[in-house]
């Protein structure tokens, strides 16, 4: 079931994609995803309003490498031109752009993006119009089931995307109203990749190599997207190969962890400096423990580290002292 994956002018070597999140998907948690397998990474969602006045910070949301590619770039907003415009502004600097539709949280569905679009396909249909023809690089755009359980407009939007030029479209199949709550409908998947003549990818509650299993055979979709799964666990997408591949999968060892997580603090540190990447990687160290015995206690701790050496001596150790 993983085999190469074509969107629009873009073939992928496989169907397993690390998902855009806000806050966590930047060049680092990329870059080690993108070992353990996965064939295409998305930067966190950008604002296009950010791009459009030339913000230096919103650029920095895109920086990448030679070693990230390909790359696709998540960009949100509610005015067409200006999605537009966004668009032409990064396409130098990815390979593929993915409007997002499904974003939950209040401050982007209250300025009208997000999942709020979900509400307004006539405006779907603009949007998709215009960024089509903004940019000759693959299209796609992002998802939910509706703005509520009752407001159910998945397929009118994904036929919309379909007819104005997206290449492939991926459902998160909750509603705005669920966040992430509930268990993701993957029934709702399938419906979609029965009426699409495009890829469709499916996200949702894919938290192990087995949960991809299960969507790629239950649904008939054509990848998956990995997203909250792949928090402090880039294995899953070398497990998941393992899988499709008919292996049995390799979970990583503590040792693994521990040298994964301390090349993700470097990483980090050479990306943005010492006092913000400590910071922002406390979280991260988290989820790498996760599982672990001790977890709890090495969470406090890290939570009040802000030196890079602080946190690697706390991660040796912790990780040394759970060593068979």
Not at 23 to 52: D, H, K, Q, W, Y
Request: aromatic residues 4%; hydrophobic residues 45%; proline residues 5%.
């Amino acid at each position: 079931m993983t085999h190469t994956l074509t969107v629009g002018a873009l073939t992928l070597k496989n169907n397993l994609l690390l998902a855009p999140m806000a806050g966590i998907t930047n060049l680092p948690m990329r870059l080690l995803a993108r070992e353990c397998g996965a064939s295409l990474a998305f930067t966190e969602m950008v604002s296009v309003a950010g791009l459009v006045r030339e913000g230096r910070k919103t650029f920095d949301l895109v920086r990448s490498s030679p070693a990230d590619r390909p790359l696709g770039i998540q960009i949100f907003g509610e005015d067409p031109a200006m999605l537009a415009e966004g668009a032409r502004l990064v396409e130098p600097r990815g390979d593929l752009i993915d409007i997002n539709m499904g974003c939950p949280v209040r401050k982007v569905v209250g300025s009208g993006a997000g999942s709020a679009l979900m509400r307004d396909p006539a405006r779907v249909a603009s949007i998709v119009r215009e960024v089509r023809r903004a940019t000759s690089l693959p299209l796609t755009v992002k998802i939910r089931t509706g703005w509520t359980a009752d407001e159910d407009t998945c397929e009118e939007v994904a036929r919309i995307a379909e007819a104005e030029g997206c290449d492939a479209v991926t459902l998160h199949p909750r509603s705005r109203a669920q966040m992430f709550e509930g268990k993701a409908d993957w029934s709702r998947i399938a419906r979609l990749k029965e009426i699409l003549r495009i890829p469709v990818l499916g996200s949702g509650d894919l938290f192990r190599a087995t949960d991809v299993m299960e969507m790629l055979s239950s649904t008939g979709c054509d990848g998956v997207m990995i997203a909250r799964g792949g928090l402090g666990n880039p294995w899953i997408f070398r497990e998941s190969q393992d899988l499709l591949a008919g292996r049995t999968e390799t979970p990583p060892t503590l040792v693994e962890r521990h040298r994964t997580a301390l090349r993700h603090l470097d990483l980090f540190v050479e990306l943005v400096g010492e006092r913000v990447a400590a910071r922002e990687m406390r979280k991260h160290f988290c989820w790498y423990a996760h599982g672990v015995p001790g977890a709890a206690h090495f969470r406090a701790l890290v939570n009040g580290l802000s030196t890079r050496d602080e946190m690697a001596g706390a991660l040796a150790a912790f990780f040394g002292l759970n060593q068979p």
